[in-house]
């Protein structure tokens, strides 16, 4: 790699590398076992508010093999939609951990994008029964719900899907988005119906003035899965013990700041991952996550890899 050179991925750019949901969680879990073996490393995410309704998040980790560092910058603001702009929006910074130099710079949306749907997806794989699971409920509408759509529908037989909204609303894009690819999809503002029809459930609820949490675990089918995108402020505490197995990105940075309150983590993805995988039989699972910077390292490999192949974005000069 020429480090006097640095290669920018712009959000197209990242689109057209065609990385999977699956391999990208194949790589999150090689870099997980690395760390297990001290060869990675994540720092816990530090946040900014400026102002009611923003947020900026820096994002820190690195490690040996892949040999970088990657520094990603997020902001975030709820009234970006009457701003006619997406939710969020920022960079990575990716370093050779050798001379500690630039080599990258990448637009985070869709890396973002693909790797939570990518952590959703290989938590799944140690806690929800495989050939079970046809129908997806989401809780939240946005871009993270379309990503982890995408993530399921690469490795589940999806029929169907139910969504927690009203006819008529924001949500009705992700119903003709799940009608699209082939499953049978409707629209209910009943949260408990979604709780109970649906086998993987996804909450990406953000949040806002007076927000409490509204779902209850133990309406949950017997054998269904939660991928809780937003740190699960969409559960009510004292139904997180309904859950046979609740497990966090990462119990370290958990612990230094816990988002899990009303139980305690029975573990974390390195836990999954390099440890005695759950049962996949019939029980509620949850995995309940933040965002680790160790899983867009992993990301940002992978695009880096490709995008030196395919020879994909803009070469700037240091």
């Given at each position: 790699m020429n480090l006097r050179e640095l290669r920018y991925l712009s959000k197209s750019d990242v689109q057209s590398l065609g990385l999977s949901y699956s391999e990208i969680a194949d790589a999150i879990a090689k870099i997980l076992r690395r760390k297990q073996n001290d060869a990675a490393w994540n720092n816990p995410n530090s946040t900014i508010s400026?102002?009611?309704?923003?947020?900026?998040?820096?994002?820190?980790?690195?490690?040996l093999d892949p040999a970088f560092s990657v520094h990603k910058t997020l902001g975030l603001s709820r009234d970006?939609?009457?701003?006619?702009?997406?939710?969020?929006?920022?960079?990575i910074n990716v370093h050779d951990v050798?001379?500690?130099?630039?080599?990258?710079?990448?637009?985070?949306e869709e890396i973002t994008g693909l790797r939570t749907g990518s952590?959703?997806?290989?938590?799944?794989?140690?806690l929800t029964p495989r050939g079970k699971a046809q129908t997806i409920g989401f809780v939240g509408a946005g871009r993270q719900a379309s990503f982890h759509l995408e993530a399921f529908l690469s490795e589940f037989d999806l029929r169907k899907a139910i969504l927690l909204g009203r006819?008529?609303?924001?949500?009705?894009?992700?119903?003709?988005?799940?009608?699209?690819?082939?499953?049978?999809?409707?629209?209910?503002?009943?949260?408990?119906?979604?709780?109970?029809?649906?086998?993987?459930?996804?909450t990406s609820v953000p949040d806002g003035p007076g927000f409490k949490p509204f779902l209850d675990a133990s309406l949950l089918s017997e054998a269904s899965f939660v991928a809780a995108v937003d740190a699960g402020r969409s559960w009510t505490p004292s139904g997180l013990g309904s859950f046979d197995e609740l497990v966090v990105d990462d119990i370290?940075?958990?612990?230094?700041?816990?988002?899990?309150?009303?139980?305690?983590?029975?573990?974390?993805?390195?836990?999954?991952?390099c440890g005695t995988p759950g049962s996949r039989?019939?029980?509620?699972?949850?995995?309940f996550f933040t965002g680790i910077a160790i899983a867009d390292l992993a990301a940002v490999e992978l695009a880096l890899q490709k995008a030196e192949v395919m020879k994909v974005g803009t070469v700037l000069q240091r």
């Open positions: 400026p102002y009611e309704g923003t947020r900026s998040i820096s994002f820190h980790a690195a490690a970006n939609s009457a701003r006619n702009l997406p939710h969020l929006g920022g960079l050798h001379t500690g130099h630039p080599v990258a710079i990448l637009e985070c952590l959703s997806l290989l938590a799944s794989r140690y006819e008529g609303g924001s949500c009705c894009r992700l119903a003709d988005e799940c009608r699209s690819k082939g499953l049978t999809a409707w629209v209910t503002p009943d949260w408990q119906e979604v709780l109970r029809s649906a086998d993987i459930v996804v370290p940075l958990h612990n230094m700041k816990p988002y899990v309150t009303g139980v305690k983590p029975d573990g974390d993805l390195t836990r999954l991952v039989g019939s029980q509620r699972s949850g995995f």
